[in-house]
């Protein structure tokens, strides 16, 4: 089971395993308050990505597209194959810390793993 939350807010039991998916680490939070299992880096979208797509937040669905293709990079892949099996052994929580509740990283590869297994 994959779920989307945003990293700043507070850990919760059901949250499983806490995976941070953003390439840099979000301000103002400690290591110890995120309570992180992983942060897995190759799942985040690039710089140039993230860039774009929060100087164009209309451009969702072509962010989605370019964001596959990154996934599709071998590293990505890897990455994304330890991701879903680790959704299948339990509950996997995916962080973000966008202030985009709803159209993020996180919420765009949940959908990609739940589209692919």
């Not at 949250?15 to 390439?23: N, S």
């Not at 990455?79 to 299948?88: D, N, P, Q, S």
């Not at 996997?92 to 949940?110: E, I, P, Q």
Request: hydrophobic content about 45%.
């Amino acid at each position: 089971m994959i779920r989307v939350k945003r990293v700043y807010d507070p850990p919760a039991p059901e949250d499983g395993a806490r995976i941070l998916v953003d390439r840099l680490w979000p301000r103002g939070l400690t290591k110890a308050a995120a309570r992180l299992d992983d942060w897995a880096k190759p799942l985040a979208p690039s710089d140039d990505l993230r860039r774009w797509y929060h100087a164009h937040p209309e451009g969702w669905n072509r962010f989605c597209e370019r964001y596959r293709e990154e996934l599709a990079t071998p590293e990505a892949a890897q990455a994304l194959a330890a991701l879903r099996a680790r959704a299948k052994a339990g509950t996997v929580t995916l962080l973000f810390a966008s202030k985009n509740l709803v159209r993020n990283n996180a919420d765009a590869l949940a959908e990609i793993v739940a589209q692919r297994r």
